[in-house]
């Protein structure tokens, strides 16, 4: 993998800023769509790019091979459970706060590779690194101006969330050797058979009259911070590598927390930002400490 040029850094600070504006379009699209019919429009949209750059790349979509049940699983807890706990909670606490929470994602996900991987243990400094993180995590539930009884099982509920992309993960690495693209494109097919027959039974969106601004946000949410996303996530792999990718991770809780100040006129108080601070901090030393990752992380999209 080559050293990061100026393209390169450009092309990663772009993926944090869209990810990191995922959460406040979520937040907008939330006010017309419940949470199934949200997750399915989401990634219908996402599939359209993701079937494309297969015909045109001639890459075997293997959704429904004799080996499918993978990409089915995976689908579920990769894509269509997170999302759709994802909305459920953005929808009562602020976006840039889901923002923070989704950052737990790479300490959830080194205390499962943990135990179900052979070369991704917790060290010392590793550990210290996820204490760290969630010890602001959990500064974040001492506020009460953002977190109180009223919405505090939301906030749970999105790092829930944030967990399954880290189980979803997990299971991925069993398809490592299947291609990225036909992993991605497999698992986002059942998620749509997940997840349309839960909108159909439980939310009749036939019913519903949403405004402009949720369908352009969900639109975005579909095209650009999952579809176009995941190409540009998929270019700086291939260029750069997975340990320069994941540095995105720093980038979405900050994008979130800027997009939910100014764009959505959402009140941030000092212990907020000591959280960042501290967050940010754990998942540094948490991935200074991930030598020699090797493996292939999933499809993460937020």
Known sequence: MREAKSIDILLLTLLGIIWGSSFFNIKIATYSYEAFTLALIRVIFASVPLILLCKYKKIKIQAFSKNWKPYAIIGLCNIAIPFTLIAIGTSQINSYLAAMLMSTTPMSGS????????????????????????AGVIFLFFDNLIINKNNYIYALITILGSTFYSIGGIMTLKLKKEGNENVTTSTTLWSIIFLFPLAIIFESPWELKPTLGSTLSLLYLGVVATGLAWLIRFRILTVNGIVFQTQVAYLIPIFGVLF????????????????????????????????????????RVN
């Open 260 to 299: 939910g100040y100014f764009l959505m006129e959402e009140v941030i108080t000092w212990r907020v930002l000591i959280s960042l601070v501290v967050i940010i901090l754990g998942i540094y030393i948490v991935k200074k400490n991930n030598k020699g990752i090797k493996n292939y992380n999933g499809t």
């Open 111 to 134: 205390i499962l590779a943990h135990f179900f991987t052979k070369d991704e243990k917790i060290t010392f400094f590793k550990s210290i690194g996820i204490l760290i993180g969630f």
